[in-house]
T-cell receptor
Framework: GAGVSQSPSNKVTEKGKDVELRCDPI?????LYWYRQRLGQGLEFLIY????????KSGLPSDRFSAERTGESVSTLTIQRTQQEDSAVYLC????????????FGQGTRLTVV | SQQGEEDPQALSIQEGENATMNCSYK?????LQWYRQNSGRGLVHLIL?????REKHSGRLRVTLDTSKKSSSLLITASRAADTASYFC??????????FGSGTRLQVQP
């Protein structure tokens, strides 16, 4: 596609349920990032993929969070047993060559845990 | 903690005035980028400055980089109401690319 696409754009879930967030990066972009942004806050780095590998998972806040990328394309971020503090906008970005080039962002998934 | 920290956290100016935002970072970088965010959604890339550059211009934007002080500034000249947004700096430290600061919320009053 022409840009980074994220789905769903909004998700309301009950506490304790699992959720899957999807990111479709720009075709040909080797690097993919997930960030979390709480209301009025900055971007919190979660995980970075280079191809299908994740050289840096250190930003994942707990073992309830996991992510994978397949075909050097689509990535899914899974949050198990969601908690209210997981409520945030989850942003995905892709770049042609890691951090050396411009990052293109999706519009994010707004997750609300009730 | 964040690699980059923007200052001030919030800035309110009148249309036509200049807006200056600063960013400080902690480790050596390959480049520094500035992004804009409207309404808490996707960020849009504004400008990238490499570690061997000191100043860069793009339209009404001027970015400076001082690697000895580990700081950068973003100047928006002749601001417009449409410039109202949050502005973030992002650094590429090589190992973990693109770490963002906490942002400056700019309000331009018409």
């Amino acid at each position: 596609g022409a840009g980074v696409s994220q789905s769903p754009s909004n998700k309301v879930t009950e506490k304790g349920k699992d959720v899957e967030l999807r990111c479709d990066p720009i075709s040909g972009h080797t690097a993919l990032y997930w960030y979390r942004q709480r209301l009025g806050q900055g971007l919190e780095f979660l995980i970075y993929f280079q191809g299908n590998s994740a050289p840096d998972k250190s930003g994942l806040p707990s073992d309830r969070f996991s992510a994978e990328r397949t075909g050097e394309s689509v990535s899914t971020l899974t949050i198990q047993r969601t908690q209210q503090e997981d409520s945030a906008v989850y942003l995905c970005a892709s770049t042609l060559a890691g951090g050396a080039t411009e990052a293109f962002f999706g519009q994010g998934t707004r997750l609300t845990v009730v | 903690s964040q690699q980059g920290e923007e200052d001030p956290q919030a800035l309110s100016i009148q249309e036509g005035e200049n807006a200056t935002m600063n960013c400080s970072y902690k480790t050596s970088i390959n480049n520094l980028q500035w992004y804009r965010q409207n309404s808490g959604r996707g960020l849009v890339h504004l400008i990238l400055i490499r570690s061997n550059e000191r100043e860069k211009h793009s339209g009404r934007l001027r970015v400076t980089l001082d690697t000895s002080k580990k700081s950068s500034s973003l100047l928006i000249t002749a601001s417009r109401a449409a410039d109202t947004a949050s502005y973030f700096c992002a650094t590429d430290a090589g190992r973990r690319a693109l770490t963002f600061g906490s942002g400056t919320r700019l309000q331009v009053q018409p």
